[in-house]
Structure formats: C-alpha cells, structure tokens
C-alpha cells in the first residue's frame, strides 16, 4: 500500500487536471478570446461586408499565410466592418497600395482574407489603413442579381436566360 | 415446448428480480449518502484508485481516437474541399458523443473491474460479513465510498480525454496534413456552444454513476467463489457497456 501523501499528490494532480480540462474546454474551444504574438504588425481595412469572415482566419498572400485576423469591429460612423489583422514582422515590406479582398477557401470552406501586392516603394507601417479594401462575395447577392438580371432583360420569356458571360 | 416456455420465463423472472435489486441497492447508497460524505478520507482514496490511476490508458485512447479523428476528418472533409472545419467536426463529435462513451467504456473496463473484483474478493473472503458481525455497515465503510469516488472522477476524466483528444486531431490535421491551425481552432470557437461541453459532462457524470453503480452491485452480490468474482468482473463490463450505450441514446434525444 502507498503512503497515503502519494495517493493525496496524486490524487491532487489528477483533480486539478480534469478541472483545467474542463477551464481548457470551456475558454479555449468556445467563442472567448486568445492572444496572438506579439512580433508582428497590424494592418486594418474597411470593408462594406465582411461575409462570414471570423477572428483567427488567416490572411495569406500569393496563398501563403503571412497573418491572422486579430479583431473585427462594426463602425458606426462609416457604416463599415473594420478588420483589424496582425501581419507576421517577417513580411514588413508590403506595399502601401497594395488591396485585401475576402476569399472563400473552397466552396463550403471558411473565409480568409487574401493581399494582392500594389507598386508602391514604400511599405506598410504598424497601424495603417488598406485603401483598397474588395467586399466578401455573398452567394445570396449573387443569385438575386443574376435572378432580377435575367427577369429584366428577358420578360415573359418561359426557359430560363443564358448565363450573361455567353452573351458576351 | 411447455418447459422451453417455462425456462424463458423464469429468465425473464431472474432478470426483473435483479433490475428490482439493483434498484433497492441504488436507494440504500442514496439513504447512507449524506453520512459518506461526512468521511471524505475514502473517497479521496477511492478517487485516487478509479480516476488517478485510469489517468494514462485514458490519455493514451484519447489521443489515439483524436488523431483517428483528424486522419478521417481530413479524408472526409478534402472531398468537399472544407477542410477548415476539422476543428469543429472533431470538437463536436467529442463533446457530444466519444468523449462520453469511449471514457465510460474504458473506466468500465480499467476501473469498473477493478471495484467489482476486489468487492467480489472480499465478499468470498468473508471480509464483509466480518464486517457486519463487527457492527461496521460494509454499505457505508466499503461500498459507499468506491461508488462516490467513481462518480467523482469520472466526468474529470472524461473532459482530459477530450482536451488530449482535442490535441491528437490537431496534431494530425495541422502538423501532418498542414489544415491552417488558426483556422483549426477559429473554426471549433465559432461553432461549439457552452450547451456542447455542458452535454458531455453531464453525460460524464450519468454514465459515472451508472458504472460506478453497476460495478459495485456486482462486486457486492458476487457469489462467494472464485468463479463467482469472475463472473461478477466479465458482468460488470458487459452490463455497463450496454447500460452506457442505451443511456446514450436516451440522453442525446433529451439534450438535443
């Protein structure tokens, strides 16, 4: 038999395991915040509509993660979401004219946010602004703007109208 | 045909009469309940054998069963060309439904064998009704505090199964396959509600007090032979498997 301080350690050790288990659970994996490093920048852009873009996705460039996205805000003056995104210091030199648009990664797959490099020699600093700043495609949007298209130019018409990229 | 008929009946009859006493049991432990509670030095120990010493063969399935989640999650997910959601579909199928089960399974088999076979054991060796002839209520001194430190441990081990499990698919899905791990976890937050982690537990917690109970009914009643405690060890197994998964079933439909 164990003296009874190894069964009380041990005993002690797997408590408080399970309970920052459950602290783990309950912190990490629902919707609370985390921190990121701290070696790296922050770029900011306003967007009209931000889609289903979240905190934590990435912002890559040329498809390489160079980022995340730190905070996302909803400015009341402006009417604008604004993305607050922390670039990694390993690429400090990004043009400042360079735009960010929201990308859907697959068809069902979550959204990121992807820089296209402009020609600018001088790069972003901490805390600056994209001035180009591409929306989030909205599905929705999309389908009722091809469906009232295809109602207005071609009323009464029974079949359904060619996709306006073959009447080009 | 008429003793065919007979004997079903009477196995009919044994197995009501033994739901009958695995009830009057489970009243008895709830009766003495406040007065184990008043003697924490047991349930301590007893914490320290079902749950402590389950700790690594808990760990080890659970991240083993993590990492087979995120090999299959992977596969099935880059079909869709989704495989962003990992997070949320490992996260997800844990909370709700293996985390639970699997840990209610192995406890069954590492901790539930464990109580019944030494109650069987001293059962055979007289150490119960040595007890009883003492005036110690071997309810209260030996059963009470085996079947409390089961509950206990139980839900805890089921959130460290998850959290190791939880780390085994991310060491798949992100280290080996290369899933964005931001969107690993951003994914598994904006998906699972506090409602998801509170199932699992309480599932942890039911599932804990039907083995438990289970166990130590079947160690306590074993037949005072040898064959008596293994046959009380491979039932205790047998019946919490079924118990847990027909609960299961049960719990999920009253939560979802």
């Known amino acids: 038999m164990r003296s009874t301080r190894t069964i009380d350690i041990s005993t002690g050790l797997f408590v408080m395991l399970g309970f920052a288990s459950i602290l783990f659970m309950v912190t990490q994996i629902t919707n609370r915040g985390y921190s990121l490093k701290s070696d790296s920048y922050r770029l900011m852009a306003a967007f009209e509509n931000i889609g289903g873009l979240k905190t934590g996705a990435p ?15 909803y400015d ?30 697959g068809l069902l797959g979550g959204q990121y946010i992807g820089l296209t ?35 207005a130019t071609k009323p009464g018409e029974s079949t359904p109208a060619p996709a306006p990229a073959a009447q080009e | 045909m008429i003793t065919i008929l007979r004997e079903t009946m009477q ?69 869709f060309g989704s495989e962003e959601y990992l997070g949320t579909a490992t996260a997800i199928s844990l909370l709700r439904e293996l985390g639970p ?25 007289d150490q119960i009704a040595a007890m009883e002839i003492m005036a110690v209520d071997p309810m209260r001194r030996v ?3 085996r079947f409390l430190g089961g509950v206990i441990a139980m839900p805890l081990l089921v959130s ?43 599932k942890g917690l039911v599932f804990g007090v039907a083995c438990s109970l289970i166990a130590v009914y079947e160690g306590y009643n074993a037949m005072p032979t040898a064959e008596g405690v293994g046959r009380a060890t491979t039932r205790t197994v047998v019946i919490s498997a079924v118990v847990t998964l027909i609960l299961d079933y049960i719990l999920t439909a009253l939560m979802l």
């Open chain 2, 11 to 79: 196995s009919f009859l044994t197995f009501l009469e033994r739901v009958g006493l695995l009830v009057r049991f489970a009243l008895r432990l709830a009766a003495i309940l406040p007065l184990g509670l008043l003697r924490p030095r047991p349930i301590i120990e007893q914490v320290y054998n079902t749950g402590a010493m389950s700790l690594v063969i808990i760990m080890t399935c659970g991240l083993f069963i993590g990492m087979v989640l995120g090999l299959q999650g992977y596969d099935l997910l880059t079909r």
């Open chain 2, 143 to 145: 059963v009470l505090p």
């Open chain 1, 76 to 105: 009341i003056n402006l009417y604008k979401a604004i993305v607050t995104m922390r670039i990694s210091d390993k690429y400090r030199a990004i043009p400042n004219d360079s735009d960010a648009s929201i990308y859907t990664a």
């Open chain 2, 160 to 202: 460290i199964f998850i959290v190791v499990a939880l780390f085994g698919a991310q060491l798949v899905g992100v280290e080996f396959f290369g899933v964005d791990s931001g969107s690993y976890w951003s994914q598994m937050r904006s998906a699972v509600e506090l409602s998801d982690i509170r199932e699992g537990l309480v």
């Open chain 2, 101 to 125: 089960v699997v840990t209610a399974l192995l406890f069954a088999g590492r901790a539930g064998t464990a109580l019944a076979a030494e109650l069987g054991l001293m059962r055979a060796t």
């Open chain 1, 117 to 151: 490099p402009g020609g600018s020699d001088v790069p972003y600093k901490d805390g600056d602004q994209v001035i180009m700043a591409n929306d989030a495609i909205v599905l929705e949007n999309l389908i009722s703007k091809y469906l009232f298209n295809s109602a």
């Open chain 1, 59 to 73: 912002v890559s460039m040329a498809g390489v993660t160079i980022g995340r996205v730190e905070d996302i805000q």
